[in-house]
């Protein structure tokens, strides 16, 4: 059974620089959410309830939330920084219909990427290897823009992720 996971207590917000654009960054090492969810303090929630993630990681289409948005901020790019090789894959993108003027779509920005090699990928709307035409959301509503585990266990990742965007409304 898929779980959907996000940070504890994070919320919908950007910090601004003086131009209004943001480059919002954050370091997935699933080693130390599994060691940490151990010692009993993970930084993991699901459904705002703090939770410890299983031995084994991430399972197959598991959900992280990554970033948290508030309404109004567009999607101008981004990419992933593998530092320590997963398993296999990861998707990016929005998985619920309502909070993009898209909709859906949980591999919009990246598909079936390969984490299997140090690597730097870019939001191509594909698998990673080239800065190409990418749908640059809008969001309608706070939401959020996940990575979904493409494997049965992803427990050795550890990656550097990052968005560029605005505020538009």
Not at 115 to 132: E, Q, S
Request: hydrophobic content about 50%.
């Amino acid at each position: 059974m898929a779980t959907t996971y996000h940070f504890y207590k994070q919320g919908y917000a950007i910090p601004y620089d003086a131009f209004g654009h943001v480059v919002l960054k954050k370091r997935l090492d699933v080693p130390a959410l599994i060691a940490s969810g151990a010692a009993g303090y993970s930084p993991l929630a699901v459904a705002g309830v703090r939770t410890a993630l299983a031995d084994t990681g991430f399972g197959i289409a598991d959900i992280l939330e990554l970033f948290r948005v508030p309404a109004g901020f567009q999607v101008l790019g981004g990419g992933v920084n593998v530092v320590t090789v997963g398993t296999d894959s990861i998707d990016m993108g929005v998985t619920s219909a309502t909070q993009t003027q898209q909709g859906a779509g949980a591999n919009r920005f990246l598909d079936d990427a390969p984490i299997t090699a140090t690597n730097v990928l870019m939001f191509d709307a594909a698998d990673g290897d080239a800065w190409t035409t990418l749908v640059q959301d809008v969001y309608i509503t706070n939401g959020t823009i996940d990575v979904l585990f493409n494997t049965s266990a992803e427990a050795a990742l550890i990656a550097d992720f990052w968005i560029l965007g605005c505020k538009v409304f």
